[in-house]
Antibody
Framework: QVQLQESGPGLVKPSETLSLTCTVS?????????WGWIRQPPGKGLEWVGS???????FYNPSLKGRVTISADTSKNQFSLKVNSVTAADTAVYYC??????????????WGQGALVTVSS | QSVLTQPPSVSGAPGQRVIISCTGS?????????VHWYRQLPGTAPKPLIY???NRPSGVPDRFSGSKSGTSASLAITGLQAEDEADYYC???????????FGGGTKLTVL
């Protein structure tokens, strides 16, 4: 049973960089699937942030205007998210997810519990 | 404003059937992209409910079913139960925006 767990600072100052890490257990991220991030502002709906394929290819939401980087550390079975130049609009619960390859687009069959990141001075 | 439109809310009495619609366009659902559905209970992470338009993950009861036609998809819930009260989201891909897209979500209230 795959499990995902987000970790990182819960408070980030405006204009700085948001950094989160997702630790995966029960499955090697090297073995397949997409690994990604979905966020949810308080009281609002879900927004796809981006994902990384097990081969290393990355895909990002164009609306985030190049502020996002997703990378993987296979030795630690982790993948990470960085969002730079954050504003209050980036305040959200960030979920790390596993995306399947059998459908187009991926469906997200495993989710972390979520990490609330607040952007405030 | 999402490219996938869901009703903000639906409601039904216990035992009844409700349908949640997800309306898209020719650049997403109508282009043949798969539709997936998730259920989010208050304060928890979303969980998959339907994948690939009509398929249920292991453990999801057959009270939940998905369908897709043209530029729309639907989630049907039969035998409504109190624990079905949650937010429901559809998901697909939009080729014009080149992004994974979620519907705005539908809050289901069990009367």
């Amino acid at each position: 049973q795959v499990q995902l767990q987000e970790s990182g600072p819960g408070l980030v100052k405006p204009s700085e960089t948001l950094s989160l890490t997702c630790t995966v257990s029960g499955y090697s991220i090297n073995s397949g699937y997409y690994w990604g991030w979905i966020r949810q502002p308080p009281g609002k709906g879900l927004e796809w942030v981006g994902s990384i394929y097990h081969s290393g290819s990355t895909f990002y939401n164009p609306s985030l205007k190049g502020r996002v980087t997703i990378s993987a550390d296979t030795s630690k079975n982790q993948f990470s998210l960085k969002v730079n130049s954050v504003t209050a609009a980036d305040t959200a619960v960030y979920y790390c997810v596993r995306g399947t390859v059998a459908t187009n687009p991926s469906s997200y069959d495993s989710w972390g519990q979520g990490a609330l990141v607040t952007v405030s001075s | 404003q999402s490219v996938l439109t869901q009703p903000p809310s639906v409601s039904g009495a216990p035992g009844q059937r409700v349908i949640i619609s997800c309306t898209g366009s020719s650049s997403n659902i109508g282009a043949g992209y798969d539709v997936h559905w998730y259920r989010q209970l208050p304060g928890t992470a979303p969980k998959p409910l339907i994948y690939g338009n009509t398929n249920r993950p292991s453990g999801v009861p057959d009270r939940f079913s998905g369908s897709k036609s043209g530029t729309s998809a639907s989630l049907a819930i039969t035998g409504l139960q109190a624990e079905d009260e949650a937010d429901y989201y559809c998901q697909s891909y939009d080729s014009s925006l080149t992004t994974v897209a979620f519907g705005g979500g539908t809050k289901l209230t069990v009367l």
